[in-house]
Every structure is written in structure tokens, then in C-alpha cells.
């Protein structure tokens, strides 16, 4: 961190590609960095939460790039001579699915999840539940009443016909849409009857596989396989060597599941 073009913190938290140009790059403590992959520039903005601590970077079809920290919901702001970040969730105003106002319990709502969906909805998953944000007014939206207050999220994904995938610490949330805007929830979790019971309620990943099936990595279990509803360990099911804890889940293009221990 103290050599000139470097980047603020070593301990990195999460990466975010924007077009072909920059690499973000968030940190534990030193807030977030930005690499021109043109000319090698690194760029440091490391003032826009109180611990520095970046949990999650995403940049939405439009280009536009987001970052949650433990101070809530930031983007981008970019202009011809300048570029800084500004808290969206500091003056934001919270809505039940309903559309009814509310205040959230956590006074900060620190943002630990941000997902671009296919049809371009931005999902927010914090401390205070899972919302959707409004482009036009900034306003934040409870994505189902069901998904209040679910935990602490760990990651949010889709699978190619739309459905939501949510993992936290309470463990794991799918989300079917239906016309009318209207939702079905799946929960699965180790108090739950079968074949929605997991051996654990600690979600560090999901991802998804060329085929639909959702990939779940377990903290302390491993890797699951959930087809059909029906959850599937790999060591027990599906004859796979076993690694208790598992942090990072990636589907590359060709079909590879890569997994990061």
C-alpha cells in the first residue's frame, strides 16, 4: 500500500469488471481502488466509509459502477475531471412491498450483497433484508415480504429463467416469479423439513451450471448439488472428494465449476 500505483489494502474482498477499462478492486480497510487496464493507473478512493471495509462491487447494464460497505449503498459519481463515490442510502427512503414507508432498525443498513439482474433490476442485500432499488427516485423497495430481515446475505444469483438465489448465514432463499410481479419462496434451511433441510444454515456461495442446477458451497459441509428441490452433498451423494470449507464458487463459459478453498 505504501508504494506509488499501488493499491490501498492487501486483503482484497471482492473484484468488479467495468466495460473494458477498469478492474475495481474493494478491500478490507482501505476502501475501494480502481486499475485502468489501458495504462496501468491505479486510483484510490478509500474516504467513503468510516472502516474502509468494501463488501461488494457490482456494475449494472447500464455501466454504472455500485459498492456496499458497512455504511450502506454507494455509486459512482463521474464526471469529465472527477469520479467519487456517494452514499445513496444515507437520505433513502425504505418501502414495504406494499409500498408503505418504514424505518429500518439498523441505522447504518450496511450493504453486504449488490446484484444486476437480467432484466436490469438492482438487488440489495442488507442487513435489513433484500431489496430492489428504484432508479427513478433512489427509493429502496422490499423485494417480498418473506425476504425481511433473512439474515446476514452472503451472495445473490439467477438462474437462466429468472429465479432469484439468495445465501446468507439463516441459509438459503429461492425466489420464483409469477405473473403479476407476484412471488413464490423456497426456503431451505437445517430446520426445515426434507428436501429443503440443509446440514448447515451458513451459505458462503451459489452458483449456477449450464444446466440449471444450483452449486451451494456449505461452510463446514462442503460443496452441495440442489436439482429438483432435492439437496445433494457431493461427498455423501455424488462421490466427490470432500473439503470441508469452501469460500468461492465460479462457472466458467465452458461449463468448469471452479472452486475456491
Not at 449488490?114 to 427509493?139: A, Q, R, V, W
Not at 461452510?219 to 451423494?237: M, R, S, T
Request: glycine share 10%; with cysteine; aromatic share 12%.
Amino acid at each position: 500500500p505504501k508504494e506509488p500505483n499501488s493499491i490501498s489494502n492487501n486483503e482484497i474482498s471482492c473484484l468488479a469488471i467495468q466495460g473494458n477499462t477498469y478492474l475495481w478492486i474493494g478491500t478490507r480497510g482501505g476502501g475501494v481502488n480502481s486499475l485502468n487496464l489501458t495504462n496501468g493507473i491505479i486510483t484510490r478512493y478509500n474516504n467513503d466509509s468510516f472502516d474502509g471495509l468494501v463488501n461488494d462491487i457490482a456494475v449494472d447494464a447500464t455501466g454504472d459502477v455500485w459498492m456496499g460497505t458497512s455504511t450502506g449503498l454507494l455509486k459512482l459519481i463521474q464526471n469529465k475531471d472527477t469520479a467519487y463515490f456517494v452514499n445513496i442510502s444515507e437520505k433513502a427512503i425504505y418501502r414495504k412491498e406494499t409500498g408503505e414507508p418504514f424505518i429500518p432498525r439498523y441505522e447504518s443498513n450496511g450493504v453486504r450483497v449488490i446484484y444486476p439482474t437480467l432484466k436490469g433490476d438492482l438487488l440489495i442485500g442488507s442487513d435489513e433484508g433484500i431489496f430492489k432499488y428504484n432508479y427513478t427516485n433512489g427509493e429502496f423497495i422490499l423485494f417480498d415480504s418473506e425476504l425481511y430481515d433473512v439474515g446476514k446475505p452472503t451472495v445473490i444469483t439467477e438462474d437462466r429463467n429468472g429465479t432469484i438465489w439468495i445465501g446468507s448465514y439463516n441459509g438459503i432463499i429461492r425466489v420464483e416469479s409469477e405473473l403479476n410481479n407476484q412471488h413464490v419462496v423456497y426456503k431451505y434451511n437445517s430446520k426445515a423439513p426434507k428436501p429443503y433441510s440443509l446440514k448447515s444454515n451458513w451459505i458462503e456461495d451459489i452458483a449456477i451450471d449450464h444446466e440449471g442446477k444450483a452449486w451451494i458451497a456449505i461452510h463446514g459441509y462442503g460443496l452441495a448439488q440442489i436439482e429438483n428441490e432435492e439437496v445433494k452433498y457431493v461427498n455423501d451423494d455424488l462421490g466427490m472428494p470432500f473439503v470441508k470449507v469452501l469460500h468461492e464458487l465460479y462457472m466458467d463459459q465452458t461449463g468448469i465449476m471452479w472452486v475456491g478453498s
